[in-house]
Nanobody, 124 residues
């Protein structure tokens, strides 16, 4: 059974850091494209970062230099290290898996498996 479980969210002040984790069961993380997405109340879900099967990563401009996506194949876990957090980063964060990364980024196309989300709140 495929299952994704996020953890690591919380409340921090602006400038702080959090590391989100996404534990995957039912498949190997190295064989899929993985993405982190976020959604704030009243806003559409947006892709934040993705990591290809070969380790290539992409980020949206607003998080470049502050966020790092990575995976640990041995632990079957995906991570999102978030540094220098800003109030506009406040959102529910989700991890998701796709068989292939899309050419267009960000996009949620092809992501069929999603976690339940973890809340990140950044205060000014």
């Amino acid at each position: 059974q495929v299952r994704l479980a996020e953890s690591g969210g919380g409340s921090v002040q602006a400038g702080g850091s959090l590391r989100l984790s996404c534990a995957a069961s039912g498949y190997g993380v190295s064989n899929y494209c993985w993405g982190w997405f976020r959604q704030s109340p009243g806003k559409e879900r947006e892709g934040v970062a993705d990591i290809h099967t070969r380790g290539y990563t992409r980020y949206i401009d607003s998080v470049k230099g502050r966020f790092t996506i990575s995976r640990d194949n041995a632990k079957n876990t995906l991570y999102l290290q978030m540094n220098n957090l800003k109030p506009e980063d406040t959102a529910m964060y989700y991890c998701a898996a796709a068989r292939f990364c899309t050419l267009v980024f960000p996009s949620d196309s092809g992501y069929n498996d999603w976690g339940q989300g973890t809340q990140v709140t950044v205060s000014s």
